[in-house]
């Protein structure tokens, strides 16, 4: 059965689910369109602010005007990961949706070295997952969790993984060694992974349809920017160097995250501070970035209000810190030129790169050697899930993409499932 192409499965869905560490994203995806049948997402899990949200279009053909039906917060809170995703399993089971997976695609933060493409789930890949766990301490047991109570959900569908840090397996190892004792690297695994890779693919794959040209001929800079932010250069249509690090947290200024920062202020902190390990950790991933510069909030809308209100207590604070994200982000995209020697263009994604017009306009400025030059009209036209090129003709393209990494899972996932039924019917 070609799940691709089949009329009589096209109905047929792929149940997404992305957990992160405080919270669940799901979605059940018909894989050839994108339509969503039910998505929802639980957040502040294991704390009494805990919230679940799902929603809902039983009916899935495109053509059908069914309004989307909702429903918030029917768990009472404190609850976990777990007892979200049971909540989910049982509402799809009272919408007879269980019927239409035809399997469950997971997105997995951390695959390492081992995975450059998505994998069927078996206990060698989950016992894989449980090792990478050093690496991502906080997402990769929250993704088991994910699986293992969707194996026991559903233990008749195929299991798949998604990795974020598989679309960056291509990069050369000069981009990702870092500039210390090789054996760190050979011992201990120490090395740049990046994230956001589905994101930045998905992205990447829609500018290259956009602009007729196979991705595998594509030249692009691709800026995911939402409260955490990457920068990856793709080169012929593949990820060979990017912001992110071996943990998410070096590269461009972030919500809550600093980015780079000199190695020495840890130093410093821990010697003439007297930080410990766990302040650190708390300070760089936590109240660091745009929270920390602004000492009013990590959310881009809310800064940008501050910003243009001068009655606004923080309003010089708050354009301090909007300045030195779009400065540093810009600084990242002109370093990342330098793994090129032709460029088709700019993408920005994510929640900042897909609807602040200051935010792109303010990077694009800064990067008026690279020959971007912003069209005004164009640049606040293109918002709240609107896609095009927001240069000037005579600029180099900068696109604006929203990014929709629940979809590549979905069509990974069937894409895998079709290459494993062909193989074992011709076997
Ligand atoms: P994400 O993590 O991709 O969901 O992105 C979240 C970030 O996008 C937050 O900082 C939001 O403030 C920002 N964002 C969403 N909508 C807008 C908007 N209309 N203008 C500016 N920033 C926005």
């Not at 979200?84 to 049982?90: C, E, G, I």
């Not at 970035?289 to 800064?303: A, E, M, Q």
Request: aromatic share 6%; hydrophobic share 40%; net charge neutral.
């Amino acid at each position: 059965m070609d799940i691709s192409t089949s009329s009589q499965t096209n109905t047929l869905a792929i149940l997404v689910i992305n957990c992160g560490s405080s919270s669940v994203k799901f979605s059940l995806i018909q894989p050839k369109s994108g339509i969503n049948l039910l998505s929802g997402l639980a957040e502040c899990l294991t704390t009494p602010q805990a919230s679940i949200k799902i929603k809902y279009n039983i009916n899935d053909s495109i053509n059908d005007n069914n309004e989307n039906q909702s429903e918030t917060s029917f768990l009472s809170a404190p609850f976990d990961h777990q007892q979200a995703l049971n909540a989910l399993v049982s509402k799809l089971k009272a919408l007879d949706l269980v019927e239409k997976i035809i399997a469950v695609g997971h997105r997995v933060v951390h695959g390492g070295e081992h995975y450059s493409k998505p994998i069927l789930i078996n206990d060698d890949v989950k016992r894989t997952i449980n090792n990478l766990a050093k690496l991502a301490p906080l997402h990769n047991p929250a993704n088991l969790i994910g699986i293992n109570v969707c194996q026991k959900a559903f233990p008749k569908l195929s299991q798949i993984a998604i990795f974020d840090t598989a679309f960056h397996q291509s990069m050369p190892e000069k981009a990702y060694l870092y500039g210390i004792p090789f054996e760190l690297y050979s011992k201990h695994g120490i090395r740049r992974y990046g994230f956001h890779g589905t994101s930045h693919y998905f992205v990447a794959n829609q500018v290259a349809q956009l602009i007729n040209k196979p991705l595998e001929q594509c030249n692009l800079i691709s800026a995911h920017l939402g409260n955490g932010c990457s920068v990856t250069v793709i080169k012929n249509g593949k990820s060979v160097d990017t912001s992110l690090g071996m943990t998410p947290l070096e590269g461009v200024m972030m919500g809550t995250r600093s980015g780079d920062i000199d190695a020495g202020i840890i130093v410093h902190l821990v010697e003439q501070l007297s930080y410990s390990i766990e302040q650190i950790d708390t300070l760089l991933n936590k109240q660091s970035g745009l929270l920390g510069l602004s000492t009013l909030s990590n959310d881009c809308r809310t800064l940008e209000a501050a910003m243009f209100d001068d009655n606004h207590s923080k309003s010089a604070q708050a354009k301090i810190a909007l300045t030195v994200f779009c400065y540093r982000i810009a600084k990242s995209i002109a370093s990342f030129s330098a793994s090129l020697t032709q460029l088709d263009g700019l993408i920005f994604t994510g929640g900042i790169g897909e609807n602040s017009s200051w935010v792109r306009q303010q990077i694009l400025k800064q990067l008026s050697l690279l020959n971007f030059q912003v069209c005004e009209e164009k640049n606040q036209a293109t918002r709240f899930g609107t896609s095009g090129n927001i240069a000037t003709k005579s600029s180099r393209p900068c696109w604006v993409i929203a990014t929709n990494e629940e979809w590549v899972i979905a069509q990974q996932s069937a894409q895998l499932l079709n290459t494993i039924k062909n193989n074992s019917a011709s076997n």
